[in-house]
C-alpha cells in the first residue's frame, strides 16, 4: 500500500492546478481510503459465487505466464527509449497543446499500464475466454499484446489517436509476432462509429481512451449496441478525476448493468442476466 501511494505521489504529485485530474496527494488519500474499506481481496465475505470465482482464480492467480517474459521486453525497450516524436493527443489536458514531441520513454512513464494490472487484464482474456476484444487507447502497445497474447485465436480491434504512436505500437506487435491485431488510428470520435459498424459483437472492452465524462459515457453507450450478456467493460483510472469518478457512477447506474467491481485504478463491469439485482463491489488488489 505504503508503495503505491508513493508511487501516486511520484507521477501526480506535480500536475498542474488547472489539469482535470486529482493531483498526486489526492490521488493518494483517496488510494488509502480505498486500501482501509475494500474487501480484502481473497474473497472472505464475498457471497457471489461468480464474483468469489474472479477473486480466486483470475485476481489472485501468481502464476508466471510465459507470455509475460516477451511483453514485459517491450516495456523495458519503451522505458529507455529517447527518441522524440510528435504527438497527437485527443484525450484529457490536450485542449491547449494538440501537437507536441515528446520522448518515447516519457509517453511510456507516464501511459503504459502498470505491470500488476496489464497482466491481470491477460488473465481476465484467459480465464473468460475472450475472443472479440476492443481497445480504446492503445497507446504503445503493452496492454494490447497483453491481451493478443492471452488468446491467440482472439481479434484485438484497438484504437489509438496517434499515428506516431500506433507505428511504434505496430512495431512492438511484429517483434512479438503478434498477427491477431487490427489497429485504427485517428480521433475516437470518428473512429469508433466505423469499428462498430464493420465488427461483430465484442466480449471485451477495454476503455483507456479519454480521461473525461463525456466522451467516457459516450463511448459506453455508443458500444451498449455492440455487446452482449457475457461481455466484459473495463474502464480504465476511474478514480483520475471528480469527472472520471461521475462517469464511473453513472455507468454503474446503468440499467443494463447488473455487476460492477472497483479496484481503484480499474473499475470492471458486467450485464449478465443471471444477477437480478444489482451488484457493486470494492475490492482490494
Known amino acids: ?20 485530474m486529482y493531483s498526486g496527494f489526492q490521488l493518494g488519500r483517496k488510494y488509502l481510503r480505498y486500501y482501509i474499506t475494500a474487501g ?4 472472505h ?12 482464480y483470475v485476481l489472485n492467480d501468481r502464476t508466471k505466464y510465459k507470455e509475460y517474459l516477451p511483453v514485459e521486453k517491450i516495456r523495458k525497450d519503451l522505458l529507455n527509449d529517447k527518441s522524440l516524436i510528435e504527438v497527437e493527443d485527443f484525450g484529457a489536458g490536450s485542449a491547449h497543446v494538440p501537437f507536441k514531441m515528446r520522448k518515447v520513454n516519457d509517453i511510456a512513464h507516464s501511459s503504459l499500464k502498470p505491470k500488476k494490472f496489464a497482466q491481470l487484464l491477460f488473465r481476465i482474456t484467459k480465464y473468460y475466454k475472450r475472443e472479440r476484444i476492443l481497445e480504446l487507447g492503445t497507446s504503445l502497445g503493452v496492454t494490447t499484446s497483453y491481451l493478443a497474447s492471452a488468446n491467440p485465436d482472439a481479434v484485438v480491434h484497438t484504437m489509438e489517436g496517434s499515428k506516431n504512436i500506433a507505428a511504434i505500437a505496430r512495431q512492438n506487435f511484429l517483434q512479438n509476432q503478434l498477427t491477431n491485431i487490427k489497429i485504427t488510428e485517428g480521433n475516437f470520435d470518428t473512429t469508433l462509429s466505423h469499428i462498430i459498424q464493420s465488427s461483430p459483437d465484442f466480449d471485451l472492452v477495454f476503455i483507456d481512451g479519454n480521461h473525461r465524462k463525456k466522451p467516457t459515457l459516450d463511448y459506453f453507450e455508443a458500444l451498449l449496441n455492440s455487446i452482449d450478456t457475457n461481455t466484459i467493460f473495463i474502464f480504465d483510472d476511474i478514480h483520475w478525476s471528480k469527472e472520471m469518478e461521475e462517469a464511473w457512477e453513472e455507468i454503474k447506474q446503468h440499467p443494463s448493468v447488473t ?27
Open 1 to 20: 500500500m505504503t508503495e503505491t501511494i508513493i508511487l501516486l505521489l511520484l507521477k501526480y504529485g506535480n500536475a498542474p492546478i488547472t489539469n482535470p
Open 40 to 43: 480484502n481481496g481473497k474473497g
Open 259 to 285: 455487476l460492477t467491481i472497483d479496484l481503484f485504478f480499474i473499475g470492471l463491469v458486467f450485464f449478465k442476466k443471471e444477477f437480478k439485482v444489482p451488484q457493486h463491489f470494492t475490492i482490494r488488489f
Open 45 to 56: 465475505g464475498i457471497h457471489s459465487p461468480f464474483v468469489f470465482d474472479f477473486i480466486k
